[in-house]
């Protein structure tokens, strides 16, 4: 299959064990920092390419699920001014990610293609307003900042491991999901709905699960990245966080889930490297059009995305071998 070059139990160990060095090697807190944030916003990365890879649904209201995350614990935390309340917060994350992902999903799946799209969009404009408007409840623009957190999140190795071990799991359980029969039912659904449906499998509800899954993950993430900047405002109910998780799937490979960790990397650390540039070079200080400029690059040269490209170029070389091997056999054969 296209994707059991990053299947492999072996590969996938090695890669956790580097990262987990990473620590004992560097104690660049900046580092750290912006591992622990590309480790976070990966996990919103897979969660979306459950949808867009493995479902064929092209949402733009994702952000809706990260931003309710990031509030749920931002707006817990500050309340009660208890950091032991995040595991509530996270779990009350959870619940709503999945009742919201529901009700948008009953309400909007019943067309398709770009009607669909468009009524997410709408989704997420509307939370984005009433997250503007109650701004006596979410601090509107200006957020909630001095988010107190666990202490132990205030370690960054500590909360470093903890953002790994995070996307461990969820790459385990997102990989356990899209390789069930579930899984293969929805792509199958991608590839053709009809299809599935004269087969007898109600597509509504399989799509439906898809979104609550995706939404729940997504709402973990969101929490997260509260915890990591301590601070939320109304941005993360903004149009930028889906275009962020669209891009991340793109860039690293739609269909493959650890494309969307390659993606998370590539963006956070060219986000950071322009943005640099920009207090040397004024030029620079325009780094989101080099950063578009960037993005065409890599869709140029890496049409399937990054990893999913090296999985083309990688199954085409084994499916060469191959011929080559079964021709070399069939020509000693006759002789």
């Known amino acids: ?46 969660s979306y390419d459950l949808l867009l890879g493995y479902t064929g649904i092209v949402s733009f209201g994702h952000t809706i699920f990260f931003g309710l995350g990031a509030y749920s614990v931002g707006i817990l935390l500050t309340k009660t001014k208890q950091p032991n309340m995040l595991w509530v917060a996270l779990l009350i994350a959870i619940v709503g990610a999945a009742l919201i992902g529901l009700v948008i999903g009953i309400l909007s799946l019943r067309v398709k293609d ?4 468009m009524i997410t969009l709408a989704f997420a404009e509307l939370f984005y307003i009433f997250a503007e408007k109650w701004s006596s409840f979410t601090g ?14 205030n370690d960054r190795t ?4 903890t953002a790994l071990a995070f996307l461990a799991l969820m790459y385990l359980m997102l990989r356990r999901v899209v390789h069930s029969p579930f899984g293969r039912t929805l792509q199958a659904i991608r590839e053709n709905e009809q299809r599935v449906e004269s087969l007898g499998y109600n597509v509504l509800h399989y799509k439906l699960a898809s979104i609550v899954i995706s939404g729940c993950v997504a709402a973990m993430s969101g929490g997260l990245w509260t915890v990591l900047q301590k601070y939320v405002n109304t941005s993360v109910f903004g149009m930028d966080r889906t275009i962020e998780a669209l891009l991340m799937t793109i860039v690293g490979g739609v269909g493959t889930l650890f494309g969307a960790v390659l993606g998370a990397g590539v963006i956070t650390f060219a986000h950071e490297w322009f943005s640099s540039l920009s207090t040397q070079y004024p030029l620079f200080e325009r780094w989101l059009m080099f950063f578009g400029i960037l993005y065409i690059v890599i869709v140029m ?23 080559a091997a079964s021709d070399s056999k069939r020509s000693k054969s006759i002789l």
């Not at 770009?114 to 799209?117: A, C, I, K, L």
């Not at 509107?140 to 999140?153: A, Q, T």
């Open 1 to 46: 299959m296209r994707s059991k070059l990053f299947n492999n139990n072996w590969l996938l160990a090695a890669l956790l064990i580097v990262l987990a060095l990473v620590p004992f090697l560097s104690s660049s807190k900046f580092l750290l920092t912006m591992l622990i944030t590309v480790f976070i916003l990966a996990v919103y990365g897979m």
């Open 140 to 153: 509107g623009s200006d957020g909630i900042p001095y988010i107190r957190v666990p202490s132990f999140f």
């Open 158 to 161: 500590q909360f470093y491991f």
């Open 301 to 323: 040269f890496f049409p399937k995305g990054i990893l999913g490209t090296i999985l083309d170029k990688w199954t085409q070389k084994q499916g060469g071998s191959r011929n």
């Open 114 to 117: 770009v009607y669909f799209s």
